[in-house]
Structures are given as structure tokens and as C-alpha cells.
């Protein structure tokens, strides 16, 4: 409101009477001017905050008047009904064709047999040479033909079998709340530390549960817990905030391929909705699902893939890079086949090694192309690749990378990438020519101002960096700093 003062002007008229003071922005005004100033913020409240809210009120309630559903999730479902019809179809007429195949496949023998049986008859009459022994085989042959022929028009010969498993319709095609992916809120200018933290391992190589063992990727969950596939260690742990250990959440049991076992795991991620780890056992070249309820055994849901890393869009569909086909491909729900999505055709675009991934929310698809230096960029359904970071052979330069690995994409569509062999961590605007450096290894070395070959990264939600430092078996933070 206002306070009285004795001594100073006002802030219009520099008249000084007794004043009044406004206690927002300090100003001292006389009655006239200052019942004018409230008059001013009466209208400015009004404006910036009633005609806003009034507005709001006005959208929501449209919105649930209309309860409002867009006509192309209808016409998806439309369409959804009209390929079902279609596959249905196409099944019933296939069996339809069997049936008159089987059905030929018994008119054509009694046709063949019967033209034996005519041409026997025929000769022997012609030569009237035959006998009583004769006149009984040929009666047999006839009788034959005709139990064949009976046997052939009876209706139920032929049998349609319809299989009795379930069909699980539910699961088919159903509706669901779209998963969002919450992207950290990394402003423009923004900087961080020069000096990190360390939040996993840095006690040496080994097994210990405060220890790391060439550690490859990290994944930061909702609650800032982050999940480390431990690779030579076999096993991914779970770093709460704050732990000074680790928990063993899948593997642990020594290198092979059980259930209970991992080999050389190379990522791990979060599936909220089914709430489990979807890991990278790339030892064991397979893609196995752990329950986050302390399962003991993990399932495998995609085998025989030679997999380097992993990613899950919105729709919760799986991107594997595979380092041996040089290929990613996607995998919808459920599904074991998938469809490549990036692979390139061209020495513009051709993957050599692919390594990590990361999907953004309109399905571009990028990819770290280990040995070809730099990154790459697949819009959705597109059959070629745009180079996006490096591409300028390997080097240090700002316009190169050397054998990048961990890969981000904030929500300005600046690129974050771990640029392994040059021991730094990069930034690429869009459509940049060069890069920034972010965090600078100041020469390779185990202080928490350098980094040593690092392979992932990742960014939690308030837009801390936290980087995989590999050849010193930690995960470092790196936090961001306020403008």
C-alpha cells in the first residue's frame, strides 16, 4: 500500500509536502500523483493478469465443452480397422485356395486313373485275347476307382482347422496418454563448472560396490538416481543421490549368459511405464528387459543383434544401434524384426561403427558415427543421413571430433556430444560449422578438472551435465552455473 514521509519529493512533481510511498517500487509520491499511480497499476493489473486469466478461463472451458478429440487419432483407428479386415480377408481367401487345391489334387488322380483303367480295357477288347483272370483284375480296378471317387465327394474329407489360442484384443490397439520426454530446461547462455564432482566410482578400477569398471553409459531417472551399465564389471548399478555406493540392480553374477547374468553391458535405460531396465548386453548380443523390483533374472526381448546402444522415443518404441550391420533400426512394441531407421547409402551417410543414439520428440533419429568422426542426423522417414557435428575427418579442431560417443539433444536443438579421443565434451548449434567446447580435459588426467576418454553423457533435470569418464571409472557432474 503506502507509508507517510516527510522528507522526500515526489517522484512526479518533486513537490515536498507530505508524501506518500509506494512499498513496490519505492517511489514517493504526492496524493495527487500517487492516487495516480495506483490508478496506473489498477489498470495494468487488469490488463496483464485479468484479461490473461479471463482468457485461460474462456480456453479450459471451450475445452471441456468440446471435449475436443482430434479427427486424424479416429482415422488412425479407422485405418488400424480397415488393415485388420484387409489381413482377415486375405487369410480366409488364402484358405479358400487350399481348398480347391485339395479338391484338384483329388479330381486329377481319379482322372489319371481313370485314364489307365480305360486305355487297359480298350486294348484288351481290341486284341480279344483276355481271360477270366483278366476280366477279375480289371472288375478289382474299377471297384478301386469307384470307393477312390466315393471317398472323394464325401464333404468331410476336407477339414478347416481354426486354431483356439486367444486372441489377447486389448492389447492389439489401445488408447494411452502420450509419454512425454521431459527434455532439462538448458538456458542459451548457460555455462558450467570447470571443476566437477564425482557422483559414481573414482576409487579405482574394480568391483568394489564404490567402484566402476570401464563404465560406458549413464542414465539419470526422475529422482536423480542414475543407472551406470558397469560394463567389464557385468552388471548395471543404481547410484541414488548422494550414495557413496552403488547397488547392483541387474547382473553381478560374474560374465555369461543366463538370466541372472550379463556380458559387457554397454547401456541401460528406463522404461517408466513398464517399469524396468531395457539393457545393452552386447557380449551376449542380445536386448534384455529387468524388472526395477529387484527381479534376479531379466528376460530377453531381442536376441541376436550385435547392439551398441539404446534409446526409446515417446511412443516407447526401442532404437538399437547395431555396430556390425552399421545400422539402426527401431522396434515397435513388442515387436523382435524392426525397421531400419538409419543406415545411410553413401560415403555422406554410411555409419562405421555406430555408437550412441538419441531421439528427439519429432523421431529425428541421431547417431554417433564412431569411426567416421561425426555425427549424423535422420529426419523421420527419411532414407539419408545430414552430417550435424564434425565430418571433417578426425582431429581437434572446433570443426572436428575424434571418435565421438555420447550424445544429447536439448530442447533449442543444440547437439552435446563426447568427444572420447580429444577428451572433452562438445556443443553444436543447428546448423553450426564448428563446435564449442563445454567441458576441456586441460590434457587428459584424473583431476576433477579433467576427463579421460569420456563415453557417455547425459543431463538431469535442472541442466547439470553429468559425463562418463571411462578411463578413470567414474561419473563425473559438471554443475550448471547461473548467468
Not at 159 to 170: F, L, Q, S, T
Not at 407 to 418: A, K, M, N, T
Request: with cysteine.
Amino acid at each position: 500500500m503506502a507509508t507517510l514521509t516527510t522528507s522526500s519529493e515526489c517522484s512526479q512533481c518533486s513537490k515536498t509536502k507530505a508524501q506518500c510511498t509506494c512499498r513496490g517500487c519505492q517511489g514517493s509520491f504526492c496524493t495527487k500523483h500517487f492516487n495516480e499511480h495506483r490508478q496506473q497499476l489498477s489498470v495494468r493489473f487488469d490488463q496483464e493478469i485479468g484479461e490473461a486469466h479471463d482468457e485461460l478461463v474462456q480456453q479450459i472451458d471451450k475445452l471441456t465443452r468440446q471435449n475436443k478429440i482430434h479427427d486424424d487419432i479416429f482415422s488412425e483407428i479407422d485405418r488400424w480397422e480397415t488393415r485388420m479386415i484387409k489381413k482377415i480377408q486375405q487369410v480366409a481367401e488364402k484358405v479358400r485356395r487350399q481348398i480347391i487345391e485339395l479338391v484338384s489334387q483329388g479330381t486329377e488322380t481319379l482322372n489319371d486313373e481313370l485314364k489307365a483303367l480305360t486305355k487297359d480295357i480298350r486294348r484288351c477288347r481290341q486284341e480279344d485275347d483276355f481271360v477270366e483272370e483278366d476280366i477279375e483284375n480289371l472288375r478289382q480296378k474299377i471297384y478301386e476307382l469307384q470307393s477312390s471317387f466315393e471317398k472323394t465327394t464325401v464333404s468331410n474329407d476336407i477339414e478347416v482347422i481354426e486354431r483356439k489360442d486367444p486372441i489377447k484384443w486389448n492389447r492389439m490397439i489401445y488408447a494411452r496418454k502420450r509419454q512425454q520426454m521431459l527434455l532439462p530446461s538448458i538456458p542459451l547462455n548457460v555455462k558450467w563448472a570447470l571443476k566437477g564432482c564425482t557422483i559414481a566410482g573414482g576409487h579405482g578400477r574394480g568391483d568394489a560396490l564404490n567402484q566402476l569398471n570401464a563404465p560406458f553409459s549413464v542414465y539419470i531417472d526422475d529422482k536423480q538416481s542414475i543407472y551406470i551399465a558397469d560394463c567389464e564389471n557385468h552388471r548395471i548399478v543404481e547410484w541414488k543421490p548422494n550414495s557413496t555406493v552403488g547397488e547392483v540392480v541387474a547382473g553381478g553374477n560374474g560374465s555369461g549368459n543366463r538370466a541372472n547374468q550379463l556380458c559387457c553391458p554397454t547401456d541401460v535405460i528406463v522404461d517408466k511405464e513398464a517399469n524396468s531396465l531395457i539393457i545393452c548386453d552386447r557380449g551376449n548380443r542380445r536386448i534384455m528387459r529387468w524388472s526395477c523390483q529387484r527381479g534376479t533374472c531379466g528376460e530377453t526381448i531381442i536376441s541376436n543383434i550385435d547392439c551398441s546402444r539404446l534409446s526409446m522415443d515417446n511412443r516407447r518404441s526401442l532404437y538399437v544401434s547395431d555396430w556390425k550391420k552399421n545400422e539402426v533400426r527401431r522396434f515397435d512394441d513388442g515387436g523382435t524384426e524392426g525397421t531400419i531407421v538409419a543406415r545411410g547409402s553413401g560415403p555422406s551417410d554410411r555409419l562405421s561403427q555406430p555408437t550412441c543414439i538419441f531421439v528427439d520428440q519429432d523421431h529425428s533419429v541421431f547417431v554417433s558415427d564412431y569411426d567416421n568422426h561425426r555425427v549424423l542426423k535422420w529426419i523421420k522417414d527419411s532414407h539419408e543421413g545430414i552430417i550435424v557435428a564434425g565430418g571433417n575427418r578426425e582431429g581437434n579442431d572446433l570443426t572436428q571430433l575424434s571418435h565421438p560417443q555420447g550424445l544429447f539433444v536439448d530442447q533449442f536443438g543444440r547437439i552435446y556430444v563426447s568427444d572420447q579421443r580429444n577428451h572433452r565434451v562438445m556443443r553444436w548449434c543447428d546448423s553450426a560449422k564448428q563446435g564449442e567446447v563445454i567441458v576441456d580435459a586441460n590434457n587428459t588426467g584424473d583431476s576433477l578438472c579433467q576427463l579421460n576418454r569420456p563415453i557417455g553423457l547425459s543431463f538431469d533435470q535442472h541442466g547439470n551435465l553429468y559425463v562418463v569418464d571411462g578411463g578413470n571409472d567414474r561419473v563425473i557432474r559438471f554443475n550448471m552455473q547461473p548467468n
